[in-house]
């Protein structure tokens, strides 16, 4: 194993062209060009996030980025993202070395036909795509930790097997899923059904699709799909999965407590902050799964760098209303061995969950920012 220095992280990620689908968090859903570069600038760039960026360009903060960013409208749920520009697609292909996939749709009771286009469809668009690039290093799929369903215990870092299920009578095949939201779809077109009803039903068949094979709701399903894609139709390149579970605002890069909109377990904090509920059912003796959202990029950069990982670590994970599930993170603990105490890159590119002084860091970090960042603007 290579062994890290200081400048490992610069010079890796020097001159690379990396590929990032959801940037806005909102890639899919938009196909003008012009559109997308002002919501890059806008819902990314113009964000606090990047004050100290800005900060020290100044006045060459926009041609810095221009010089560094390229905005790229698509949808990952087609192929080649649904581009018609030849020129720009080969232009991409050429270039691309790292492809981290992120868009995904979060909703957890997303409708069935939504969740599988991006989740699914969209993990199996993206990999297709790096198939064609030449010199592609490395495909990073983000996935998460909810994948692992309503099982208990400690859960195994191992990737899914085509056609794997969590109840051991079924079996899973994408293509008959397709095929049911297809005929689903068709009949409520032929109905003339509205878009309210036809919304309603489609996300309770995505419920009752996910129950079935084991998994508790729609996005947790098609996450899981969307891994067996990649897992199983890789073929050489290099893949890497991360599955962060409850990600929080940051814990110290590049400054605490940032936090982009009110997300997972944040909604019952701001509910309470607002005065809305005063109480909450719950275990008190429970071990709650969060992880900054720093941290879960820093083990995904770090990881990146080691192009010969076979797959990345499950990042600290369950549902919050699990408190018998307790994930292995062996993975995890040797690549942050990997870079302890090398010079400056265990302190800048931090991801030891051990290090976090929890009640300081919510009460003190991330509640701070939750109400600055996420609720301010609305209150």
């Not at 993975?331 to 002084?357: A, H, Q, W």
Request: glycine share 6%; net charge neutral; with cysteine.
């Amino acid at each position: 194993m290579a062994e890290f220095r200081s400048n490992n992280v610069e010079e890796y990620f020097k001159g690379k062209t990396i590929l990032v689908t959801g940037a806005t968090g909102f890639l899919a859903k938009t196909s003008n060009p012009h559109v997308a570069i002002q919501r890059l600038h806008n819902e990314v760039f113009g964000k606090e996030l990047f004050n100290i960026q800005r900060d020290k360009w100044g006045e060459k903060f926009s041609s810095f980025l221009s010089e560094k960013v390229v905005a790229v409208a698509g949808d990952v749920s087609l192929h080649n993202f649904g581009i018609k520009d030849q020129t720009l697609i080969q232009n991409m292909l050429q270039d691309i070395e790292i492809i981290v996939h992120s868009a995904a749709t979060t909703k957890w009771d997303e409708r069935y036909d939504v969740a599988m286009n991006m989740n699914t469809m969209g993990a199996y668009n993206t990999l297709n795509f790096a198939k064609m690039c030449p010199t592609i290093q490395v495909f990073l799929h983000v996935s998460t930790a909810f994948v692992c369903g309503e099982r208990k215990g400690l859960i195994p870092e191992e990737p899914f097997q085509m056609g794997q299920t969590l109840k051991g009578s079924s079996k899973l095949d994408i293509n008959l899923e397709k095929k049911l939201i297809e005929q689903k779809l068709s009949e409520l077109h032929a109905q003339n059904a509205n878009e309210e009803t036809i919304t309603s039903i489609m996300t309770e068949l995505g419920t009752t699709r996910a129950n079935l094979h084991g998994w508790q709701d729609t996005y947790a399903l098609t996450k899981a799909m969307g891994e067996m894609i990649v897992t199983n139709m890789k073929g050489n390149i290099p893949l890497i999965i991360t599955r962060p579970s409850g990600i929080l605002g940051t814990h110290s890069k590049p400054f605490p407590g940032w936090i982009e909109g009110v997300r997972t377990i944040d909604f019952v904090f701001v509910e309470y902050f607002k005065g809305e509920i005063t109480s909450f059912v719950g275990d008190p003796n429970i071990t709650m799964d969060l992880i900054p959202a720093d941290m879960v990029a820093n083990s995904m950069i770090v990881a990146l760098m080691k192009s010969r990982l076979k797959r990345i670590i499950n990042i600290y994970r369950p549902y919050f209303t699990e408190p018998e599930i307790i994930f292995d993170d062996k993975n995890t603990e040797k690549l942050r061995m990997t870079i302890k105490g090398v010079d400056n890159v265990n302190r800048e590119f931090n991801f030891d969950p051990k290090s976090i002084d929890w009640k300081d860091y919510l009460m003190n970090v991330h509640f701070p920012g939750l109400l600055q960042y996420a609720m301010q603007p609305k209150m």
